[in-house]
């Protein structure tokens, strides 16, 4: 009897183990994907260094365009897009994601792939940052490569010279890129990218340099890389039929000495011969200097307008209004007025001009 009620269990346990089994199967499975780096986390990372993860996810059910993940507790590491780059394997997917580490004390989050109410969690990796120790002229970016495309050197007051330039760079967050030293500065335009990205920035550098010099951090090199832009400055004073540089016009005086002289001279003509003609030479420089006395075009500028470098679409903005005021016209042209603010010269957008 015993043995009869041993078999019966022993048959029972068979056929109820696969189905209790079944009910505890995983559906989701996760982890690290050996893909760039050893295990897929880097062994260390520089502050302000972009890296990347891969995760292998297995699902039982191959419902990959339903997966989802959620990132929690990171440290030291800002995640750049929440959809990954994914390659498809079939019954598994591989995701990578990208982070920017942003601390020496790095610890990816904890990472959890879920599908409707199944889901998995991979803890969390701790990482070796490493904080660079830069020399003054460090332009606060890390790149793969960094390359300058274009240069454009103004004249931007008696003192200063405006640099503007183009420039690419690979796996660099471009966004931080800043110049020691620079009295003026910024972005004119900036397409930041993981890749590949791009920038055109100015600056307003003393005349007395003949160029400009700046670092980055090589991170294939692991090493500081010297960027060299010579400073050759373009007159445009032809191109934009106006001269940029805070500055009345040279001549004035001498124009008006000139007329006056005119005058002067047609009237004792006039005294002396009596011919209604030689009133001409008096009528016309006495339009001249009366034009010339005429109070200029003032406009009103609204508050936090930009100041261009030039009248042309694209321009470089290099300062920008604070507050609300007016300002004498020194030159018109197309959609553009052209006036001083602190002592520099530049253009404002019509678009700007307050409208009563």
């Not at 897009?81 to 019954?91: A, I, W, Y």
């Not at 397409?191 to 340099?209: E, L, R, W």
């Not at 001083?340 to 404002?348: A, F, L, M, R, Y």
Request: glycine letters at 4%; hydrophobic letters at 40%; charged letters at 20%.
């Amino acid at each position: 009897m015993k043995r009869l009620l041993l078999v019966l269990a022993l048959l029972l346990a068979a056929f109820a183990t696969p189905a209790s089994l079944q009910a505890q199967q995983k559906v989701i499975y996760l982890s690290y994907h050996d893909d760039t780096y050893k295990d897929n986390i880097p062994e260390r990372v520089f502050n302000g260094q972009y890296f990347s993860i891969t995760l292998k996810t297995l699902s039982t059910i191959r419902q990959h365009n339903k997966l989802k993940y959620t990132f929690k507790g990171a440290r030291g590491a800002t995640l750049q897009s929440h959809s990954p780059q994914r390659k498809d394997k079939g019954s598994y997917v591989l995701d990578t994601f990208y982070f920017l580490a942003t601390s020496s004390n790095i610890v990816l989050p904890n990472i959890t792939a879920s599908i409707g109410s199944e889901q998995s969690t991979l803890k969390g990796e701790k990482i070796e940052g490493v904080t660079l120790n830069p020399d003054q002229k460090f332009a606060g970016i890390l790149a793969d490569s960094f390359k300058v495309t274009s240069i454009d050197a103004k004249k931007y007051d008696n003192k200063h010279n405006i640099l503007t330039f183009d420039a690419k760079a690979e796996h660099c967050n471009i966004k931080a890129f800043n110049l020691n030293g620079a009295n003026e500065q910024g972005f004119e335009s900036v397409k930041p990218d993981i890749t590949t990205s791009s920038m055109t920035y100015y600056a307003v550098i003393p005349k007395k340099y003949e160029k400009l010099e700046f670092t980055y951090f090589d991170l294939t090199k692991e090493r500081y890389m010297k960027v060299k832009i010579p400073i050759e400055v373009i007159d445009d004073s032809v191109s934009t039929q106006s001269d940029l540089k805070p500055t009345e016009n040279k001549n004035y005086i001498i124009k008006i000495a000139a007329a006056g002289v005119v005058i002067i001279i047609a009237l004792i003509l006039l005294i002396v011969y009596r011919k209604w003609w030689i009133a001409l030479f008096i009528v016309a420089p006495g339009i001249y200097i009366a034009l010339q006395a005429t109070p200029a075009e003032n406009i009103c500028v609204k508050a936090n307008a930009p100041l261009y470098l030039l009248p042309i679409e694209n321009a470089t903005v290099f300062d920008v209004l604070s507050v609300q005021g007016d300002f004498e016209v020194k030159n018109s042209v197309k959609d553009y007025k052209q006036i001083t603010h602190n002592s520099k010269i530049g253009w404002v957008s019509e678009d700007d001009i307050c409208s009563y």
